[in-house]
């Protein structure tokens, strides 16, 4: 069956740059968007079609797309920004959705 | 502004159905484009997409839970209710409905559909234990 892979983990410095990485087939054709969850929180879109910032989005989160991988990028991260990341996408047909497994970010 | 609300039971026992309402405001899903769709999570682990129902009653699911699940929408009261049959201590989770939609293509003519959720519930948990 088709996945989203995620790493489980990222470790970022405030102020460093966090990348990440969601890789899957089907990417090259279908956008991917992303989630931030907060402990206790319902998940809340930071990045649709692959790199457009919802409105109140800051503008440290931007997204890329090359072939079979999107990346979320957060540049100067700040302590705030510590939380779970999901890409979520759809097969190569539209027919169904899929999240990846998720990422943590840490801000040491 | 737009709001939606899971709810349901807490608790519910091996092999029960379970069934979740979501109730919604600031848009109907007599509106062309609207969807709404369900999303769980076990705790401590990833988001699982469940299904997806849209204004035209074009309905989506997931393809591993396909077989126990059922997506309906009652426009007049402003609900989209999630059916689950043959539920399973590993069905422990937290419940989210959210809103989606399609947005109108004029190149093709037709709908296209955004594929994500711009707005969420805030989750409701079912455990699943005898």
């Known amino acids: 069956s088709y996945e989203l892979t995620q790493p489980p983990s990222v470790s970022v410095s405030p102020g460093q740059t966090a990348r990440i990485p969601c890789s899957g087939d089907a990417l090259a054709k279908q956008y991917a968007y992303w989630y931030q969850q907060k402990p206790g929180q319902a998940p809340a879109v930071v990045m649709y079609?692959?790199?457009e910032r919802p409105s109140g989005i800051p503008e440290r989160f931007s997204g890329s797309s090359s072939g079979t991988t999107v990346t979320l990028t957060i540049s100067g991260v700040q302590a705030e920004d510590e939380a779970d990341y999901y890409c979520?996408?759809?097969?190569?047909?539209?027919?169904?959705?899929?999240f990846g497994g998720g990422t943590k970010v840490t801000v040491l | 502004q737009i709001t939606l609300k899971e709810s349901g039971p807490t608790l519910v026992k091996p092999t029960q159905t379970l069934t979740l309402t979501c109730t919604f405001s600031g848009f109907s899903l007599t509106t062309s484009g609207v969807g709404v769709g369900w999303i769980r999570q076990p705790p401590g682990k990833a988001l699982e997409w469940l299904a997806l129902?849209?204004?035209?009653?074009?309905?989506r699911y997931s393809p591993s839970l396909k077989s126990r699940l059922t997506i309906t929408k009652d426009t007049s009261k402003n609900q989209v209710v999630l059916t689950m049959t043959n539920m399973d201590p590993v069905d422990t989770a937290t419940f989210y409905c959210a809103h989606s939609f399609k947005y109108y293509d004029s190149s093709s003519s037709s709908y296209m559909g955004s594929y994500f959720f711009d707005f969420w519930g805030q989750g409701t948990l079912v455990t699943v234990s005898s």
């Open positions: 979520q996408s759809t097969d190569s047909s539209n027919t169904y959705l899929l």
């Open positions: 079609k692959d790199s």
């Open positions: 129902i849209y204004w035209d009653d074009d309905k």
